[in-house]
């Protein structure tokens, strides 16, 4: 059985060339699972990219990671959600993917936040958590 290709994540496997590990910021949509030790984020996107630019079908974070910073559960399902993330790579059964890894921040900031009502305060967020950053 042939594999979907976007599984493999070719886009951000792109990206990562370009970018390195320099942290960037994402977003994409919360797809609630009961019981599950990932969340899973679809139509994963760079936040300030074309809006139909997608770089991958889905990604997923630990949630025992992502709970420090942000309890999702099913009342937030199919909201969207920003976050601080890098890419990575991982092998699975032999085949390098792409995926993206939630960056931990060394202040107050948080990561990873629930879309505010307009993008300026989204951006707002971003350029607050850019500025804390390390140079």
Same mark, same amino acid.
């Given at each position: 059985?042939? $594999?979907?290709?976007?599984?493999? $994540? %070719?886009?951000? +496997? ?7 590990? =320099? ?6 949509? %919360? ?5 599950? =030790?990932?969340?899973? /984020? ?26 420090? %910073? /942000?309890?999702?559960? =099913? ?8 976050? +601080? ?16 890894? +939630?960056? $931990? +921040?060394?202040?107050? /900031? ?26």
């Amino acid at each position: 059985m042939q $594999r979907n290709k976007n599984f493999f $994540r %070719y886009e951000l +496997l792109k990206l990562a060339e370009l970018q390195g590990d =320099a942290p960037l910021f994402f977003n994409g949509i %919360y797809k609630h699972a009961d019981n599950s =030790a990932w969340v899973t /984020l679809s139509t994963i996107k760079l936040f300030d990219s074309a809006p139909t630019k997608m770089l991958c079908s889905h990604i997923n974070l630990e949630r025992a990671e992502v709970d420090q %910073y /942000l309890k999702l559960s =099913a009342e937030e399902n199919h909201r969207k959600i920003f976050f +601080l993330g890098r890419i990575m790579t991982y092998q699975h059964f032999g085949t390098v993917r792409g995926g993206i890894s +939630l960056i $931990r +921040l060394e202040n107050s /900031l948080v990561p990873i936040w629930i879309s505010k009502s307009n993008i300026e305060e989204n951006r707002a967020v971003a350029k607050r958590i850019k500025l804390s950053l390390p140079v």
